[in-house]
């Protein structure tokens, strides 16, 4: 497997799940393992409703994958529209451990 692959996966699937967008996802691996663990850094930004933001942060923390969130933090905008009231948008910095390859 390629470093950080695991994480892309799961993260994905839970945003999917959550209803929420990500993008300007950073996935940055550490060139050494420990204990046969990789740490994956993992920036990224999460826009969605209240709803499913919350789900999403809630989601990655119940991951079967070890993540642990280090920071959220609010971006700023606005967006427009019928709902504007309810979106968020996050910025969010999480670590992930993933198995180092054999």
């Given at each position: 497997?390629a470093?950080?692959?695991?994480?892309?996966?799961?993260?994905?699937?839970?945003?999917?799940?959550?209803?929420?967008?990500?993008?300007?996802?950073?996935?940055?691996?550490?060139?050494d393992?420990?204990?046969?663990?990789r740490?994956?850094?993992?920036?990224l930004n999460?826009?969605g409703?209240?709803r499913?933001?919350?789900?999403?942060?809630?989601?990655?923390?119940?991951?079967p994958?070890?993540f642990?969130?280090?920071?959220?933090?609010v971006?700023g905008g606005?967006?427009?529209?019928?709902?504007?009231?309810?979106?968020?948008?996050?910025?969010?910095?999480?670590?992930?451990?993933?198995?180092?390859?054999a």
């Amino acid at each position: 497997k390629a470093p950080a692959k695991a994480a892309k996966t799961s993260v994905s699937r839970v945003a999917a799940a959550s209803g929420v967008e990500v993008s300007g996802a950073q996935f940055d691996p550490d060139k050494d393992a420990r204990l046969g663990l990789r740490r994956v850094v993992v920036s990224l930004n999460v826009s969605g409703g209240y709803r499913g933001v919350v789900t999403f942060l809630n989601q990655i923390e119940r991951s079967p994958m070890f993540f642990l969130i280090n920071q959220v933090s609010v971006s700023g905008g606005r967006a427009a529209g019928p709902q504007a009231g309810d979106q968020v948008k996050l910025e969010v910095r999480i670590e992930a451990y993933e198995r180092a390859a054999a």
